[in-house]
């Protein structure tokens, strides 16, 4: 029976499901392997309709993918600790996660993942390369890479426990905080408010912060609002562009009371430095005049609002283009830093931090 579809372009359209059923009935008559799993089929239908957009963010995650993925953001899980991405129809990894065993294997933001296992990541949606990707703690898994136009490499890493704190925050110089924000999780505000106490009060003369975005893939945007408050205090953090142009403001907290405005800020950014991650850094440049330094970021700049389904399975859907304070949409172009300040090979091998030096002489300066 033919069925009406209303969207905004085109306005309508008319969609003959009977061609459905008529392929799921096929399949199940006469596939020679009985029985089919009528659930995996449902699941494997859902996944191509949201595929169908080709939107790499708009996806359809089965109870199983879905439990992973919060466990993601709530910084613990099982598994090599990276957040994917895809850039140019490529597998990319958008950051390796403190202290994770892709840290260890020298991953970096940036390099391509051609195979896993062998199998080849072509075609293949973030949703499934999760899945391949991810497994118990100590088993292996095998990842062809390759780093900008090098030869691919292979490396073998072996799957952990991961449990990582978002936020972490220490003195690093005379009257300078420095904090470290790995992803915006479920704790993350939380997080946040205790660190910045605790700095507050060993740091009573603070001349300045700075706020090390790195290899943060992203998360949940109400944690880069509420973290924007400390600095800002009132007005816009960024905004929501819907298919139709229409902006939405999203603002600063009006709770909120940031114990640091008025301080100077310097954000350090790369290539892993993604999503929310670009959305405080835009809003802190935009707002209050902070000062970017490192490596130009991901450049992912659209907003996915999460629906739970029954259950425990969920989708995430792309609901809008997001913009800086003044208008800026990062989307593939990223957020280009003040000071681009690359860190060589050689300098991680010596403990070397050419980024954050940059960083705490422009705070002392």
Do not use: C
């Amino acid at each position: 029976m033919p069925i009406k579809i209303v969207n905004q372009n085109p306005a309508e359209q008319t969609v003959d499901f009977g061609l459905f059923w008529q392929a799921w009935n096929l399949l199940s008559k006469d596939y020679y392997q009985k029985p089919l799993d009528a659930q995996s089929m449902l699941y494997g239908a859902i996944s191509g309709l949201y595929a169908a957009t080709g939107d790499p963010y708009t996806t359809f995650l089965d109870p199983t993918q879905n439990k992973t993925m919060n466990s993601t953001l709530d910084g613990q899980y099982e598994g090599v600790g990276v957040e994917l991405g895809v850039k140019n129809s490529q597998l990319v990894v958008i950051a390796p996660l403190d202290g994770s065993p892709a840290i260890a294997a020298g991953i970096k933001p940036g390099d391509k993942i051609l195979t896993v296992d062998d199998a080849t990541t072509a075609g293949l949606s973030l949703t499934d390369a999760v899945a391949k990707i991810r497994g118990g703690a100590g088993t292996i898994v095998t990842l062809k890479l390759q780093r900008d136009d090098l030869t691919p490499f292979e490396v073998k890493i072996t799957r952990g426990k991961i449990t990582v704190k978002s936020v972490k925050g220490e003195v690093k110089a005379p009257n300078v905080a420095y904090i470290r924000v790995s992803r915006f999780g479920e704790s993350s505000s939380t997080e946040w408010d205790e660190v910045v106490a605790r700095l507050s009060y060993e740091l009573p003369n603070l001349k300045g912060v700075v706020l090390d975005l790195r290899g943060n893939p992203g998360g949940y945007t109400n944690a880069a609002i509420h973290i924007a408050g400390e600095f800002i205090k009132e007005g816009v953090i960024f905004y929501e562009q819907d298919g139709a142009g229409v902006k939405t403001p999203l603002n600063v907290e009006t709770t909120r009371n940031g114990r640091w405005l008025g301080k100077k800020v310097v954000v350090l950014l790369n290539g892993g430095s993604a999503s929310s991650s670009e959305i405080l850094a835009g809003a802190l440049l935009d707002r209050v005049g902070a000062v970017t330094v490192g490596e130009k970021s991901f450049g992912k700049g659209v907003v996915q609002t999460v629906a739970d389904l029954a259950g425990g399975s969920a989708v995430h859907i792309t609901v809008a283009k997001w913009l800086t304070p003044d208008g800026t949409w990062v989307q593939e172009t990223g957020l280009i830093p003040k000071y681009v300040v690359a860190i060589s090979d050689q300098d991680i091998k010596d403990g070397k931090d050419p980024q954050l030096d940059k960083a705490l002489a422009i705070i002392g300066s």
